[in-house]
Nanobody, 125 residues
Framework: QVQLVESGGGLVQAGGSLRLACAAS????????MGWFRQAPGKEREFVAA????????YYADSVKGRFTISRDNAKNAVYLQMNSLKPEDTAVYYC??????????????????WGQGTQVTVSS
């Protein structure tokens, strides 16, 4: 079982930066692929970024590529999402998610077994 808690959301002007953090429970955190998803009002949850359990593989949605960076610190049981050059269209609730044990990362929400409660990111124009 993995429990996830996100933090770091807030209100920022367009062009600004935020760093989201996701704290995970469990002694086997290093064996879970991790992803970030987001959901804007009236829209479906969409993939943002993911990092493999080995940390060697990362994947990004085209809409955030070059602006967002996902990373993990297995010693701290944490995964991060550095968001730069933020745009109003990045406004959403951001969710941290974990795959099942040693599973490959995907862009599909249903592939992730564990979810945090979400953190709001609002980008003003």
């Amino acid at each position: 079982q993995v429990q996830l808690v996100e933090s770091g959301g807030g209100l920022v002007q367009a062009g600004g930066s935020l760093r989201l953090a996701c704290a995970a429970s469990g002694r086997t955190f290093s064996y879970y692929g991790m992803g970030w998803f987001r959901q804007a009002p009236g829209k479906e949850r969409e993939f943002v970024a993911a990092i493999s359990w080995s940390g060697g593989g990362t994947y990004y949605a085209d809409s955030v590529k070059g602006r967002f960076t996902i990373s993990r610190d297995n010693a701290k049981n944490a995964v991060y999402l550095q968001m730069n050059s933020l745009k109003p269209e990045d406004t959403a609730v951001y969710y941290c998610a974990a795959t099942t044990f040693r599973a490959e990362i995907t862009t599909t929400p249903t592939s992730y077994a564990y979810w945090g409660q979400g953190t709001q990111v609002t980008v003003s124009s």
